[in-house]
């Protein structure tokens, strides 16, 4: 079917629909039509065409804005930007044609494209002129968008802060301040008040009758993937994606296939994971590349998949442009530096530790410090920093990064074998605990290595260690942990382990201390930190 027989015989003409919910039903339809049909740019000329032609009021010209931004929001970047820029080609009147460039430069925002910063400021000039509301809302995404494709998840929630997705003037466009400014909860580790952000959004598109955004989908998924609620994550994202619905975009069954793959490989899961990646394998170009970042950083942990040197460069090309895709899974940062220095990609390793460090510069919080120094010691193969990187994920709620921090630190070469033991051993556990045996299994193995690693004799020379220093690494924590007024029970919940193996661990730190009660305890730990100070 043509487009001009289509648009003919779905959208009657002004004399026959008279009634303006009527017309923008059958806008609507036509516009969702011809975008199932794989003519995403017909259908945001068709409401780009309406647009123009308006003479039904503001909230008629409102309503058509939203249903085009939610469109283009559904549609590949490249899509999207051409359809809207040919759209810019029709006789808008000033407040649409400044929604418009916001709509334009918030995807160039989230895409890294090179004319995003003029695009903003167009766009800010068209609103100040003669914008309205829904400019004013597009043009604060866009900002917030610009803010979090450079790292700068602080300037993001700055500008978000701004938006009261409960105003009435802004239903419309709610879902996307909300999946925003829960994107923003997720880079800065907040996984609690991500959560509480998401069941509110939920719960208000229940009670409004909207249809359940899957971005909002997506981002529970991986905010569960964040926090180690593996099976949870993957339960979710296979009702999503099995739903069929037509409100989930390229970039939410890309995520969705992130979280799938994810959990499959930590359970073991290989060929399930494979099979689950397979459509983000394809080559694509930028900006539409961009869309399947996320997957790609899951693949690149299986070296069964092709060309993995080619796909690092392709992902480190894209994050350059911009690092949101690394912002709300904190382990894709250090995985991508893993699979360099085993691919023997020196470059791109440097590269993507340059780009966690500059976000922990410009997002100054434990969970970011934490990942550049995982990414520096990864590069560097230095135990301290790999040592400091676990201390850091220690204060997050971020239990997978944990693990495979402690099982980074665990493979370091440089480390005492004893110390690499306890590391592996507590990832291990871990990784049982968020119900990831694959990774388990990996832990185990490497603990096996060790145990059947030769110990190094001291030699005579060297003098026997004394007080703290005589302490193995788990010692060391429960030490720390207790004399902090911690009891026996929350050192072994926040350590992983069970009671029995803190109280052995403590009667192990009195002989070696030559102490006897938790006082004596509190007061070695204080000269210890006295002395290192």
């Known amino acids: 079917m043509s487009e001009s027989s289509f648009n003919a015989t779905a959208i009657p003409a002004d004399d026959i629909a008279t009634d303006t919910e009527q017309r923008q039903r059958w806008l609507f339809a036509a516009a969702d039509q011809l975008r199932l049909a794989g003519r995403g740019e017909a259908a945001l000329r068709v409401l780009a065409v309406e647009i123009a032609a308006n003479g039904r009021g503001t909230r008629h010209r409102a309503l058509l804005l939203s249903r085009l931004a939610q469109i283009a929001a559904l549609e590949p970047p490249s899509v999207a930007l051409a359809g809207l820029r040919e759209s810019l080609n029709q006789r808008l009147d000033a407040p649409s044609r400044a929604t418009l460039l916001a709509v334009i430069a918030t995807i160039a925002a989230r895409t890294g494209h090179p004319d995003a910063d003029a695009l903003l400021r167009d766009a800010g000039t068209a609103h100040a002129t003669s914008g309205d509301r829904s400019s004013a809302r597009h043009l604060t995404l866009g900002r917030a968008a610009r803010a979090l494709s450079h790292g700068d998840l602080p300037g993001a929630h700055a500008v978000l802060t701004a938006l009261d997705p409960d105003a009435r003037a ?26 509480t952000a998401t ?42 994606l099995g739903s069929d619905s037509v409100d989930i975009s390229q970039e939410t069954r890309a995520l969705l296939v992130t979280v799938l793959a994810e959990v499959h490989y930590r359970r073991g899961e290989h060929h399930a994971a494979r099979a689950a990646l397979r459509a983000c394998l394809t080559r694509r170009r930028w900006p539409d590349s961009t ?79 934490a990942l550049a120094d995982q990414t520096r010691g990864l590069l560097d193969r230095d135990p301290g920093a790999l040592r400091s990187a676990v201390d850091g994920l220690r204060t997050t709620t971020a239990w997978p990064a944990l693990a495979d921090a402690l099982l980074d630190l665990a493979n370091s070469p440089l480390l ?118």
């Open 416 to 533: 005492r074998p004893a110390q690499a033991w306890d590391a592996a051993h507590e990832a291990a556990a871990l990784y049982a605990r968020i119900g990831a045996p694959g990774d388990q299994a990996t832990a185990d193995r490497r603990c096996a290595e060790l145990t059947a690693t030769p110990r190094r004799r001291s030699s005579i020379d060297e003098p026997p260690r004394t007080g703290i220093e005589a302490l193995t690494p788990a010692e060391e924590r429960v030490a720390e942990m207790l004399a902090a007024g911690a009891t026996k029970k929350e050192a072994a919940g926040h350590l992983f382990v069970s009671f029995h193996t803190v109280d052995t661990q403590l009667r192990s730190i009195y002989h070696k201390l030559g102490i006897h009660n938790r006082m004596q305890l509190v007061r070695a730990w204080d000269r210890h930190k006295s002395m290192i100070s």
């Open 170 to 195: 802004a239903r419309r466009d709610a879902t996307s301040v909300r999946t925003e400014a829960i994107l923003v909860q997720l880079g800065l580790g907040r996984h609690q008040d991500a959560r």
């Open 291 to 369: 869309v399947w970042t996320p997957a790609l950083c899951v693949a690149v942990r299986d070296p069964a998949l092709s060309e993995p040197v080619n796909l690092l460069g392709s992902i480190v090309a894209d994050l350059h442009r911009s690092v949101r895709s690394l912002l709300p899974v904190p382990q894709f940062g250090p995985r991508l530096v893993r699979a360099a220095v085993a691919a023997g990609d020196t470059q791109a390793a440097r590269r993507v530790t340059e780009l966690v460090a500059l976000v922990a510069t410009r997002t100054p919080v434990p969970l970011w410090q």
């Open 199 to 240: 069941r509110q959004a939920f719960d208000d598109t229940t009670s409004t009758g909207t249809p359940l955004s899957g971005a909002l989908t997506a981002l529970d998924c991986l905010r569960m993937v964040a926090v180690g609620e593996l099976p949870e994550a993957a339960a979710l994202a296979a009702a999503r």
